[in-house]
């Protein structure tokens, strides 16, 4: 009788996030993994090109594995040359697994916002379901872009939405009546139709663009009307706040709380008065 082949032990597929580009924003468990022995796969857009997020390990000082593995997702709208190329990297990451050896996937920004590395690890998981995967949390782009030009994402109970600008000016501008401050990621596409639409609601003085934030080549324009016309970079986002927007009364909230506290605590005008005269004359010689 033969015996039944063993059930191959799967390494675990870990995305470790780098940040969007400052090695010194890698987390502490982030190194770790990095430096755990584990194999590094890491994501190109075409085959033996340069890596934006290998670069961000190789500029903290990172010694690169012999035997990293790049995987190809390129930048195409053509919906079968994708999902070829996600069934080759999928299938080259679970071969890899098979060997029982932990594989960490590098990935610029964090690893669950906007990130290849999650589609990655349910096509991996569709064709083994037994994987493990972990997930390394990192520094995202709008947090470290908000961080380099000094503003604020949200303060208090204000709201925020972080969208691609490619869904376009009329669902940004209803947005912007919704949300205090909207995150508008991948603006280089739509860039001078969005400053025309903030020029016309007269949101331009709260904008701020990032570009590459925390890479080499970051920059920070705070005249955003000085980029019409202008190619920006891939890596670019727009941080609009609406100052102006009119809020509905918070129903269960800090605000409110805090208020109907107050109102408790502090006595009518003229009570206050005749306390403040009251504590004065018991002062007088």
């Known amino acids: ?32 993994a990095l430096q755990s022995g584990a194999r590094w796969a890491y994501p190109v857009k075409k085959a033996a090109e340069r890596s934006y997020a290998l670069d961000i390990a190789r500029r903290g000082g990172l ?15 053509d919906a079968e040359a994708l999902a070829r190329a996600w069934a080759r990297a999928a299938a080259q ?24 590395f999650r589609h990655l690890a349910r096509a991996a998981r569709e064709l083994a379901a037994e994987i493990e995967v972990e997930t390394i949390a990192g520094v995202s782009s709008f947090a470290a872009a908000a961080a380099l030009a000094d503003v604020a994402l949200a303060e208090e109970d204000e709201t925020v939405a ?73 890596l670019s986002l727009l941080l609009v706040s609406n100052p102006k927007r009119a ?17 408790r605590s502090i006595p009518p005008a003229h009570t206050m008065e005749a306390a403040l005269a009251n504590s004065v004359e018991g002062l007088a010689p």
């Open 162 to 234: 972080v969208i691609p600008a490619a869904y376009g000016t009329a669902l940004i501008e209803h947005l912007l009546d919704e949300f205090d401050t909207l995150v508008l990621m991948k603006v280089k596409p739509l860039l001078d139709e969005v400053i025309e639409m903030l020029e016309r609601r007269g949101l331009l003085a709260t904008s701020c663009f990032i570009e590459k934030a925390g890479a080499p080549g970051e920059r920070v324009v705070r005249d955003v009307a000085s980029l019409r016309g202008e190619t920006v970079n891939y």
């Open 1 to 32: 009788m033969n015996a039944t082949p063993p059930t191959p032990r799967f390494g675990r597929l870990i995305g470790v996030s780098l940040g969007p580009g400052d090695p010194e924003l890698i987390t502490r468990r982030g190194w770790a």
């Open 247 to 263: 809020r509905g009364e918070l129903r269960r909230g800090c605000r409110r709380r805090a208020e109907h506290a107050a109102a």
């Open 63 to 77: 010694d690169i594995p012999q035997d990293a593995v790049e995987l190809v997702f390129p930048m195409t709208r």
């Open 93 to 116: 990451t679970v071969q890899l697994l098979a060997e029982g050896r932990d594989l960490v996937f590098l990935v610029e920004g964090d690893a669950s916002t906007y990130s290849t």
